[in-house]
């Protein structure tokens, strides 16, 4: 823009019925009386005479020569000091500096300049009297601007003034300040704008924000398990991330819960949508899971009883859900869900596949009746769980995600949380991302080494009669004298299974099977037959015949238990807890 062409009124002054110019002093001869002349500032008709200024700026190659064809240097007064720029520019509040030439000599600041950064002298290059720029990086700033006649702004930079620190948006714009004669001089007006309030606004609000998602992913871990349980024959790990920058809590949990008889059950779910609702639904969700799972049904039993709890809560609330459930004893993992994203599980050989169906829909449709299905997962095996914000983008389809989760699980089996940390980096999850995260991931290791001894099984199958029991007890007292039990605990072994068989064949029916397993923390118990019915442990009064089994093998066991099987038939078993791991 050109400053003789400034089209703007400020409040306070007077229209003009002519523009400003802004021109070179013009050398006047000395007067008659012998003293010497003086600067003549010429203006345009209309315009008010300028002050009088003797700093000389130096000349950058542009100032047109005087009318006695040497050059003339025209002072940085000249430049300025018309109507233009003091009514102008110095009834501005904001800071404003204005250069001219290659070297952007100081040609005129304003008093908000002066009051901000102290005086400063006109004629001196940007580098040496407007230091305060420099630093800033304004000065290839401004060289860029004078190249490109294109305005460029720098927002929010810390300065330190005369009287205090503060923030400011500069603006740097492109002038073009004329000369009596000759062509104009490339100059740059620096207009400062004082942005103290908003940045500290805004850094207040960042703080508050920070916060309250502070305040919301501590509740929203809290509802999550403090510390996975660890299985005897399983290693766990679990990652939660959540997800932007909201202060919205997310509905993605997860569990781990150790069923007895080396049993595991793993759950994962999400409660779509964020906030306090979606936490109360989902905290609601994963308590109910912990006691329907402690009733040790199948998978799709547990998922069912999920489902009418979800319609009660809140029937507006979509949630998902996959339940498993993994028995060494079977080498299987069962499982269950409710419109859930598959388990990917990698086999021992390497391969890598998703569970296949039954797949119903989300918990709280009431009237599906859910499936259970069952995979083998031997020593070696690996799975992963995780809600779809690992695996969904909106500018792609979501088995793309599970592909790359599937390259990535493929690769050597590693610990649980590596497994975690890689799926996490593989499929792109960082700080910023836009929805919650949460993965499970488990691994059944292969026991080598002096590890192989410590975990074993042994099995026999009973035909009833009333040599079940003596057969079970020899058998018994065998297998755990080989495992280099003490005697105390042999014996007590050998008493719980005397006990379970008795109460099987009293209470059951064929077929029925004795199984001893240990691992490196737990010896178990288990007698199975083909009776649905299960016992409970009663108080035995003195004068009872019946229920003292039971109540025996409550008392010395660590841990006891039953459920029914898949199949048909009821399972009870015992556990006792190893003080330390015996040599094999």
């Given at each position: 823009?050109?400053?003789?062409?400034?089209?703007?009124?400020?409040?306070?002054?007077?229209?003009?019925?002519?523009?400003?110019?802004?021109?070179?002093?013009?050398?006047?001869?000395?007067?008659?009386?012998?003293?010497?002349?003086?600067?003549?500032?010429?203006?345009?008709?209309?315009?008010?005479?300028?002050?009088?200024?003797?700093?000389?700026?130096?000349?950058?190659?542009?100032?047109?020569?005087?009318?006695?064809?040497?050059?003339?240097?025209?002072?940085?007064?000249?430049?300025?000091?018309?109507?233009?720029?003091?009514?102008?520019?110095?009834?501005?509040?904001?800071?404003?500096?204005?250069?001219?030439?290659?070297?952007?000599?100081?040609?005129?600041?304003?008093?908000?300049?002066?009051?901000?950064?102290?005086?400063?002298?006109?004629?001196?290059?940007?580098?040496?009297?407007?230091?305060?720029?420099?630093?800033?990086?304004?000065?290839?700033?401004?060289?860029?601007?004078?190249?490109?006649?294109?305005?460029?702004?720098?927002?929010?930079?810390?300065?330190?003034?005369?009287?205090?620190?503060?923030?400011?948006?500069?603006?740097?714009?492109?002038?073009?300040?004329?000369?009596?004669?000759?062509?104009?001089?490339?100059?740059?007006?620096?207009?400062?704008?004082?942005?103290?309030?908003?940045?500290?606004?805004?850094?207040?609000?960042?703080?508050?924000?920070?916060?309250?998602?502070?305040?919301?992913?501590?509740?929203?871990?809290?509802?999550?398990?403090?510390?996975?349980?660890?299985?005897?024959?399983?290693?766990?790990?679990?990652?939660?991330?959540?997800?932007?920058t909201e202060t919205a809590v997310g509905g993605d949990w997860y569990d781990v819960i150790t069923l007895g008889a080396g049993r595991t059950a793993v759950v994962i779910g999400d409660v779509m949508g964020r906030g306090v609702r979606a936490a109360a639904v989902m905290g609601q969700l994963r308590t109910a899971v912990r006691a329907y799972a402690r009733l040790d049904m199948p998978p799709h039993e547990?998922?069912?009883?999920?489902?009418?709890?979800?319609?009660?809560?809140?029937?507006?609330?979509?949630?998902?859900?996959?339940?498993?459930?993994?028995?060494?004893?079977?080498?299987?993992?069962?499982?269950?869900?409710?419109?859930?994203?598959?388990?990917?599980?990698?086999?021992?050989?390497?391969?890598?596949?998703?569970?296949?169906?039954?797949?119903?829909?989300?918990?709280?449709?009431?009237?599906?009746?859910?499936?259970?299905?069952?995979?083998?997962?031997?020593?070696?095996?690996?799975?992963?769980?995780?809600?779809?914000?690992?695996?969904?983008?909106?500018?792609?389809?979501?088995?793309?995600?599970?592909?790359?989760?599937?390259?990535?699980?493929?690769?050597?089996?590693?610990?649980?949380?590596?497994?975690?940390?890689?799926?996490?980096?593989?499929?792109?999850?960082?700080?910023?991302?836009?929805?919650?995260?949460?993965?499970?991931?488990?691994?059944?290791?292969?026991?080598?080494?002096?590890?192989?001894?410590?975990?074993?099984?042994?099995?026999?199958?009973?035909?009833?009669?009333?040599?079940?029991?003596?057969?079970?007890?020899?058998?018994?007292?065998?297998?755990?004298?080989?495992?280099?039990?003490?005697?105390?605990?042999?014996?007590?072994?050998?008493?719980?299974?005397?006990?379970?068989?008795?109460?099987?064949?009293?209470?059951?029916?064929?077929?029925?099977?004795?199984?001893?397993?240990?691992?490196?923390?737990?010896?178990?118990?288990?007698v199975t037959d083909g009776d649905e019915h299960l016992p409970r442990h009663q108080q035995v009064r003195l004068g009872d015949e019946t229920g003292r089994g039971i109540a025996l093998v409550a008392a010395v066991a660590s841990d006891w238990g039953t459920r029914r099987l898949p199949e048909g038939g009821k399972s009870v078993w015992a556990e006792f807890t190893l003080p330390a791991a015996p040599a094999?």
């Amino acid at each position: 823009m050109k400053l003789t062409r400034w089209g703007i009124r400020l409040p306070g002054t007077q229209r003009r019925t002519a523009p400003a110019a802004i021109t070179a002093a013009k050398p006047v001869p000395a007067a008659r009386d012998g003293r010497p002349g003086r600067h003549e500032t010429r203006t345009a008709p209309g315009a008010e005479p300028a002050e009088e200024n003797h700093h000389v700026a130096q000349s950058d190659g542009n100032d047109p020569p005087d009318g006695t064809g040497t050059p003339h240097a025209a002072t940085d007064a000249e430049f300025v000091h018309g109507p233009a720029v003091h009514e102008l520019l110095g009834q501005v509040p904001a800071p404003v500096a204005l250069v001219h030439g290659a070297d952007h000599r100081v040609a005129y600041v304003n008093e908000a300049y002066a009051a901000l950064f102290g005086p400063r002298t006109p004629g001196s290059p940007a580098r040496e009297s407007l230091t305060e720029l420099a630093e800033l990086g304004l000065v290839p700033l401004m060289d860029q601007v004078r190249r490109s006649n294109t305005s460029r702004t720098i927002k929010s930079r810390r300065v330190q003034g005369a009287r205090r620190d503060s923030f400011h948006t500069f603006t740097c714009t492109p002038v073009e300040l004329s000369a009596p004669e000759g062509p104009p001089v490339r100059g740059v007006l620096v207009f400062a704008a004082d942005v103290t309030d908003q940045v500290t606004s805004a850094e207040r609000l960042r703080e508050s924000e920070g916060r309250q998602r502070e305040t919301a992913v501590t509740l929203q871990r809290s509802l999550l398990p403090q510390e996975l349980e660890q299985p005897d024959e399983l290693r766990v790990a679990a990652t939660y991330r959540p997800g932007g920058t909201e202060t919205a809590v997310g509905g993605d949990w997860y569990d781990v819960i150790t069923l007895g008889a080396g049993r595991t059950a793993v759950v994962i779910g999400d409660v779509m949508g964020r906030g306090v609702r979606a936490a109360a639904v989902m905290g609601q969700l994963r308590t109910a899971v912990r006691a329907y799972a402690r009733l040790d049904m199948p998978p799709h039993e547990v998922v069912q009883l999920l489902d009418g709890l979800a319609s009660e809560i809140d029937p507006t609330q979509i949630a998902t859900c996959v339940y498993g459930v993994h028995d060494p004893s079977e080498d299987t993992l069962s499982y269950a869900s409710a419109g859930h994203l598959p388990i990917v599980v990698r086999r021992p050989d390497g391969t890598v596949h998703r569970t296949p169906g039954p797949t119903g829909p989300p918990l709280g449709t009431g009237d599906w009746v859910h499936e259970s299905a069952a995979i083998p997962f031997p020593p070696g095996s690996s799975a992963v769980l995780c809600t779809d914000g690992l695996v969904e983008r909106r500018d792609a389809d979501i088995d793309a995600g599970l592909d790359t989760m599937e390259e990535a699980l493929a690769v050597a089996a590693d610990s649980p949380q590596i497994l975690c940390d890689r799926l996490l980096r593989a499929l792109g999850i960082s700080d910023g991302h836009d929805d919650d995260v949460a993965i499970l991931a488990f691994t059944r290791p292969q026991p080598e080494g002096a590890d192989a001894g410590l975990f074993r099984a042994a099995a026999l199958d009973l035909h009833g009669g009333i040599e079940a029991t003596p057969r079970a007890r020899a058998f018994a007292g065998g297998v755990l004298s080989s495992w280099r039990f003490p005697d105390e605990l042999r014996d007590l072994g050998v008493l719980t299974a005397s006990e379970l068989v008795a109460n099987s064949v009293v209470h059951g029916k064929a077929p029925m099977r004795l199984r001893l397993r240990r691992t490196d923390r737990r010896l178990i118990i288990e007698v199975t037959d083909g009776d649905e019915h299960l016992p409970r442990h009663q108080q035995v009064r003195l004068g009872d015949e019946t229920g003292r089994g039971i109540a025996l093998v409550a008392a010395v066991a660590s841990d006891w238990g039953t459920r029914r099987l898949p199949e048909g038939g009821k399972s009870v078993w015992a556990e006792f807890t190893l003080p330390a791991a015996p040599a094999p």
